[in-house]
């Protein structure tokens, strides 16, 4: 199979829009989730069934916008605009939505331990998000200097 830059492009779009699908089922669902959860742990979770929904309805606002973003990002990189501010842009709002998660996972561990890991890994994929979006300024930062360039 001859893989080749369209084709991870289109791959990756695949994806986000598999995570959009399985991001509304789980909004869409949370409420029978979080009572068979609550149901099969009983002990550990019993009344914190409205405090799962806030959590899961809070994270899916930063979720959401991270997908889109990523579609916004995947969608300049298919027309060949790689180098350009707005994809920092876009670079920056996704470490922001992961830092937000991240946060809220943060929160939600206060009654389900769990949630700490999750929070955690956000927060760190946000700060190598943060770190791939200085990349990119200086690269378009480069490219606007070369571009001025005679």
Same mark, same amino acid.
């Not at 949370?30 to 809070?58: C, H, M, N």
């Not at 996704?94 to 929070?119: D, E």
């Given at each position: 199979?001859?893989?080749? =830059?369209?084709?991870?492009? =289109?791959?990756?779009?695949?994806?986000?829009?598999?995570?959009?699908?399985?991001?509304?089922?789980?909004?869409?669902?949370?409420?029978?989730?979080?009572?068979?959860?609550?149901?099969?742990?009983?002990?550990?979770?019993?009344?914190? +069934?409205?405090?799962?929904?806030?959590?899961?309805?809070?994270?899916?606002?930063?979720?959401?916008?991270?997908?889109?973003?990523?579609?916004?990002?995947?969608?300049?990189?298919?027309?060949?605009?790689? +180098?350009?501010?707005? #994809?920092?842009?876009?670079?920056?709002?996704?470490?922001?939505?992961?830092?937000?998660?991240?946060?809220?996972?943060?929160?939600?561990?206060?009654?389900?331990?769990?949630?700490?890991?999750?929070?955690?890994?956000?927060?760190?994929?946000?700060?190598?998000?943060?770190?791939?979006? #200085?990349? +990119?300024?200086?690269?378009?930062?480069?490219?606007?200097?070369?571009?001025?360039?005679?």
């Amino acid at each position: 199979m001859n893989w080749n =830059k369209d084709k991870s492009v =289109k791959l990756s779009k695949f994806c986000v829009c598999l995570f959009m699908l399985i991001l509304a089922g789980v909004c869409i669902g949370a409420p029978w989730l979080f009572r068979l959860l609550i149901r099969l742990r009983v002990q550990d979770l019993a009344g914190k +069934f409205e405090l799962f929904l806030v959590s899961t309805y809070t994270a899916a606002v930063p979720a959401a916008a991270a997908l889109y973003g990523l579609w916004r990002l995947l969608r300049n990189i298919s027309e060949g605009e790689v +180098f350009i501010p707005e #994809n920092v842009s876009i670079l920056r709002l996704l470490s922001w939505c992961c830092i937000a998660a991240g946060l809220v996972c943060l929160f939600s561990a206060l009654y389900y331990m769990p949630f700490l890991i999750v929070s955690a890994a956000a927060a760190f994929v946000g700060l190598i998000l943060r770190v791939v979006k #200085n990349v +990119f300024a200086e690269a378009v930062r480069l490219k606007d200097e070369n571009d001025y360039t005679i």
